[in-house]
């Protein structure tokens, strides 16, 4: 239902976890690298820890479709607990490239080819650098590297955008993009 | 093009709020609900940061913050509001008054559905349960069409004393990160000018009137079919003030074409061919979907027309007749139902067609409760649509 230039990206990850951040991120960052965006989420029931997704679309020329993501080129799965419940792969190709973040990176119930799957463990860095167990923007820095489809130049400009007003959380979240970045 | 605009990318809910700290009200009154909250937060923040100098007024509901927007709008000033679903039903009784009053309130409506049962996502139920109280209502496909309807909802509400309801998809406009320009301040005053009402028009111990006075039978009827013929002639006065709009706030948004029989002229916009074998009609952001799907078909599936109706109230009537008169099957898709009978925007196209146009119209529901509306759902929809369907078909998946 999209040309063949359109990047279509979808989010999982849990109520609270920045899903829907993330998206905006990736749209902001590729906005600013001189694309069109577009990211929207799809909320479940209002409350923490319940799955929730996020979609992001990138082209060249203005988007109009309004669908949800039913065929990911990319897929960010934020947590990867969620496997064991919600069918996150639907939808996705051979060809679809998966950034997950998890601990251990072998026997993830993901029926893809296994080089299409990167695993970072988001947790550790956000742990270590932020403080706290919010992995959205560390994954950005791998999504940044492995797709290339947003520079890390626009992605810390639209984290420092995004958190205008605290430059702490701005300071942080831009070494945690970085040092994932750099893995 | 008009270098004088930038581009940025924004949730829908700030481009509004940023559009309307631009309109410069002088009052603004909300109780917050979702999916309408993030506008009403945003703009309480510019208040709070000294960015904006309305008044900014709690209220303990949405029965009282139309109330409040009333009242202020009496005494001859801009006010605005916005609410969604049981907020707006809430408001009925004062969406009424405000009307009668011939109050030039705006409001921005973020549609959603309507309990029962709760539901937080988008339909356009709500609007539809105050469909006839006298309001101007536009609706919105996509972010840059919800900032312009809102600057220009407030040159016709002030112009023609007649309020206006901006309605956009909730979460599919207010939650959406797209590509909009944000006329500045001193571009909007270029074409909408500070509201300055006449003596005697508003609440003032100079000259004084009375709003919303008892009418007897004797005058009633009159009074009620004033308001009706004031609410049809505006028709004309939205299709200047459209060209008007696009001429003083000229934008650098890239237009559809819109095919042959290509037509936008701020009541509807219709992109397709001249003689379409399948129109399809909605409202709002579906439109969107429904353009991406036709677009890959066009070729090989028949000739397929969109019609968009930006103006829903007063009905462009002669308008859509024009471009229906051609088609073989109208697909009219409705995210609302009138329960008992069809979707209301069918109910009106069929009005319309009556004895002008052999067409086959269907009403299909769509959307309902958030439910994603698919391009596979618009291809299924555009073959039943040559077929003869009795009643309201919903459409699920």
Sequence with gaps: MTDDNMIQIRIHG??????????????????????????????????TGAPVESYVRIDE???????????????????????????LAKGADKKTIVIVNTAKAGGLKINLPQANIHAIDAAKIALEIIGKNIVNTVILGAFAKTTDLV??????????????GNQGLIDKNIRAIERAYDI | MNNNYKQQILEGSRAIALTIKNIRPAVISAYPITPQTHIVEDLAKFKADG?????????????????????????????????????????AEVIYNIAGMRLPVVMTCANRAVSAPINIWNDQQDVMAVRDAGWILLFAENHQE????????????????????VNVDGYVITHTYEPVIIPTAEQIKKYLPDYQPAAGQF?????????????????????????????????????????NFNKIINLPTPLSKGGAGGLDNGLIEYSGPKKPDTILIALGSVIGTIK??????????????????????????????????????IAVIDK??????????????????????????????????????????????????????????????
């Design chain 2, 203 to 243: 609440l003032d111990t100079q000259y004084p009137i009375t709003l919303g006075a008892l009418a007897t039978p004797a005058h009633y009827l009159e009074i009620r079919q004033e308001l009706h013929d004031d609410l049809t002639a505006s028709l004309k006065t939205i299709e200047q003030e459209y060209t």
């Design chain 1, 61 to 87: 020329r203005p988007i109009i479709t309004r669908e949800q993501i039913y065929r990911p080129d990319i897929l960010i799965i934020q947590d990867a607990s969620l496997l064991d419940s919600v069918d």
């Design chain 2, 292 to 329: 991406e799907a036709v677009s890959p078909l066009i070729k090989g599936a028949g000739r397929i027309g969109i019609l968009k109706i930006k103006c829903f109230r007063p009905f462009p009537a002669s308008a859509i007749l024009s471009i229906i008169k051609s088609a073989k099957n």
């Design chain 2, 146 to 165: 919800a900032v312009n309807q809102h600057i220009m909802a407030f040159e016709l509400a002030e112009r023609l004393k007649l309020p206006v309801m």
């Design chain 1, 151 to 164: 520079s890390l130049a626009s992605l810390k400009s639209a984290i420092q955008e995004k958190f205008s």
């Design chain 2, 51 to 91: 960015q904006a100098d309305y008044e900014y007024v709690r209220a303990e509901s949405e029965f009282a913050a139309a109330s409040i927007v009333a009242g202020a709008s009496a005494t001859g000033v801009r006010t605005y509001s916005a609410t969604s679903s049981q907020g707006l039903l809430l408001m």
């Design chain 1, 14 to 47: 849990r109520g609270g976890q920045g899903v829907v951040t993330a998206a905006e991120l990736i749209a902001i960052a590729a906005f600013k690298d001189g694309k069109q965006a577009q990211a929207f989420p799809s909320f479940g029931v209002e409350r």
């Design chain 2, 336 to 397: 609302a139902i009138s329960l008992g009978h069809i979707g209301p925007l069918a109910a009106d196209i069929k009005a319309v067609a009556q004895g002008k146009t052999n067409a086959n119209i269907s009403s299909f529901i769509a959307g309902l409760g958030g439910r994603d509306i698919t391009g596979e759902m618009i291809k299924k929809i555009i073959k039943l649509a040559g077929k003869k369907n009795n009643g309201a078909v919903f459409i699920g998946r």
